[in-house]
């Protein structure tokens, strides 16, 4: 056998759409745990947005937070558990816009923690609002005629921001549209999560992602759009890696 | 000469159709149902031309659903 | 007792030294006048280095009580303190807590308001402290101190309470409480609990799959009306158990008396002394103070309603808990308000006026 999902995602149907990013990365975040030999050792916190039942399908520790909150549950447990490994999945609205202050805050302190975080520049669950990280000229149901920055302003690169941050250690972003970008996702994704335990600082991996019923295209055509247009302004790579001097 | 011989298990009931792992697929070993469905009213995908397999595991690795095991074996 | 330590300090210091000594495992907090003197201290004792208890000052009181959703729901002993502004920013936290039913300790010390309003003396978020404060159905267990000594002692026995019935407990407490100096006995110190301890206490807290168990999840939610319906029961039945078992109350001098104050916190000073006052002058006036407001001691002022002709509610704030004394009445005995509003406390002179007037 080569490939199996991995033992960690249980067998509950995931609530997500079809060809929805968040199920891949919900594969390689088990994988890497898995690896790493942390299933009993992880305490995880979902948001507020898709991934609220994160919970339901990775058979780790959770804690559901309010939204946009979950780097504040992160950095209160990573403090009082510091051999856990604990980390935080949030979307671009819970985390970019509501949670700005507690994603920022978090990060600066330098906690020990790992955020995932998922870029598909639009709110999914509500049914396709703008999000603080929705580009210029995409249509969404709050801006069905493009995001225009006179009456929006601009789409948020916030991974930029946290590079920018002294507490910040790893940040990073990456895609999982191919074989070759899943498997880049899930070695930051493991970088990460060891320089968290290493307690190096915090940690941010960006997911550039597609949410196909939220743009209304097909999940092959939504992958090439992304290419074509996400990746012009959200650029894939690493920002910041201060883990190997430390 | 050694050659990788592959086999794809797919998961069908809880595969949701993205066709993912049919655009993943390299030498177009997958391909989704034309009018079967399964439970949830999806088509699914499946081998189509099985004996082409390597076991390669790109449509398990891209599969959102992890729906797709996949086995290898060397063969002469 | 012999090995008593007695010391003189203020009721914001005397949270922070008795979260220290019973064991507290986390603090998370923001500064507001009229508490910050809980955090201070805090930072100044380092507790970190001797008991290993974590402080930590956030962004926000968003933040802070968020902090303390994740602590809580870690299985740990963690607390936050603020005054009334910044405890309404903490409401949709704390709505959460509720619902994921978390064991944790919310300190408010009390300043007027609405709005920015004042940073004197108020016990206006009286509403807000028992009547849920955020949005669904929900009871903090809500313990109002009276002196710096219940200051400190109220903090280990809102940590009992919340962990007994796995929900939020509240500390509320007004400006003079927390700012004013007394003497007090300063608790005993506990351990904080070892791991295990923790583990075998809290077997519901996400403290990772220890020894490979399933995995715990602390949420609120639950999108099935119908087992919404089974875990908001629940959550009411417990409440039920904490006002049948739970409430707590101080009678003075009401044996014989004609009149009775009901008050709470510092307003239960003040009629002390217009009780002595009263008395002076002839008039037979008792006090009964809640030491819990939620649960509220009904059936004590449904009982104090058969004997005395008139109760006076006397309060920093411009009607709340009078409320709550009429429900229990059920207009047996006339039931009137007293109290003062901006951050201005009652004289007891004022109160003896009242009550004069009133009955």
Redesign the interface.
Known sequence: MVYKKPTLLNDTPMHYCPGCSHGVVHKLVPEVIEEMGM?????A?SPVGCA?FA?KYI????????HG?AP??????K???PD??VFTYQGDGDLACIGT??TI?ALNRAENITIIFINNAIYGMTGGQMAPTTLLGMKTATCPYGREVSLHGYPLKITELAANLEGTCYVTRQSVHTVAAINRAKRAIRKAFEYSMQGKGSNLVEIVSTCNSGWKMSPAKANKWMEENMFEFYHLGDLKDTGSDK | MARMKGAVVVDTERCKGCDLCVVACPLDVLALTGKEVNRKGYNFAHEVLADTCTGCASCATVCPDGCITVYRLKTE | MADQEITLMKGNEAIAHAAIRCGC??Y?GYPITPQSEVLETLAEQKPWETTGM?V?Q???E???I??????A??G?K?MTSSSSPGVSLMQ??IS?MAG?ELPALIVNVMRGGPGLGTIQPSQSDYFQACKGGGHGDYHLIVLAPASVQEMADFVDLAFTLAFRYRNPAMILADGAIGQMMEKLVLPPFKPRRTEEEIIKECPWA???????R????????ELRSEEMEIINNRIQAKYREIEAKEVRFEEFMLDDADYAIVAFGSAARIAKKSIEIARSQGIKVGLLRPITLWPFPTEEIKKLAGKVKGILSLEINAGQMVEDIRLAVEGKVPVRHFGRLGGIIPDPDEVVDVLKRSF
């Open positions: 299933t009993d050792k992880t305490i916190i609220v919970y058979d780790v520790d959770w804690q559901e937070a309010a909150r504040a549950l992160a950095s209160a447990v403090r009082l558990w856990r490994l202050a507690e805050h | 495992d986390g998370f974590v930590l956030a962004e926000s968003v933040s802070s968020n902090m303390v959703y994740g602590g729901a870690s740990k963690v949709e936290g959460y994921a996400t403290t990772g799959r220890v020894g490979g399933k995995p715990n999840i602390i949420t609120s939610l």
